[in-house]
T-cell receptor
């Protein structure tokens, strides 16, 4: 069975600081990994995805994530936080041949001025 | 944006009443999903569909049923609503391209309150 753990239900950073949101997965087969963002009262939007190509994946709004098989991690980073990044972020895992995603519990990102 | 609409967007109902939520897509995607979102739980899969009349259960399917009679529509029914089903419900769609599973696209959500 696959699972996702997001470390920290709430992360707070200052505007301009590094954003680091942690995601660890468990999968018995090579995974596909996704990060989604949810702004208040909206649905989820895809930030980026890893599907076994390059291990460093660049997404929208300046975010990127690195797939590290040895650490079973797929942490999300952004060099400089902006106020508009305040949202909830979800990590999700799937696998080749599967049609379902398993989501983490989510991390709420707050940006301090 | 993917063409996904959900109706109604907000609903308040009473315990014991039946409720049907509708998801409509214009993308002709094969896969459709219903999730519920609750604080501290992320998104949990209720049911999903892999084609017309083809559905399967997710991790929290008790108390819910679904139907898909057309590619574009996926209905979620709460036969007899309970307060524990107060939640925000999201529909999602996806498709395979070759052998690669593509990401899911999400609708705007339905906020359901069961009194």
């Amino acid at each position: 069975a696959q699972s996702v753990t997001q470390l920290g239900s709430h992360v707070s950073v200052s505007e301009g600081a590094l954003v680091l949101l942690r995601c660890n997965y468990s999968s018995s087969v090579p995974p596909y990994l996704f990060w989604y963002v949810q702004y208040p009262n909206q649905g989820l939007q895809l930030l980026l995805k890893y599907t076994s190509a390059a291990t460093l994946v660049k997404g929208i709004n300046g975010f990127e994530a690195e797939f590290k098989k040895s650490e079973t991690s797929f942490h999300l980073t952004k060099p400089s936080a902006h106020m508009s990044d305040a949202a909830e972020y979800f990590c999700a895992v799937s696998s080749q041949g599967a049609q379902k995603l398993v989501f983490g519990q989510g991390t709420r990102l707050t940006i301090n001025p | 944006d993917a063409g996904i609409t959900q109706s109604p967007r907000h609903k308040v109902t009473e315990t014991g009443t039946p409720v049907t939520l509708r998801c409509h897509q214009t993308e002709n995607h094969r896969y459709m999903y219903w999730y519920r979102q609750d604080p501290g739980h992320g998104l949990r899969l209720i049911h999903y569909s892999y084609g017309v009349k083809d559905t399967d259960k997710g991790e929290v399917s008790d108390g819910y049923s679904v139907s898909r009679s057309k590619t574009e529509d996926f209905l979620l029914t709460l036969e007899s609503a309970t307060s524990s089903q107060t939640s925000v419900y999201f529909c999602a769609i996806s498709e395979y391209v070759g052998s690669v599973y593509n990401e899911q696209f999400f609708g705007p959500g339905t906020r359901l309150t069961v009194l």
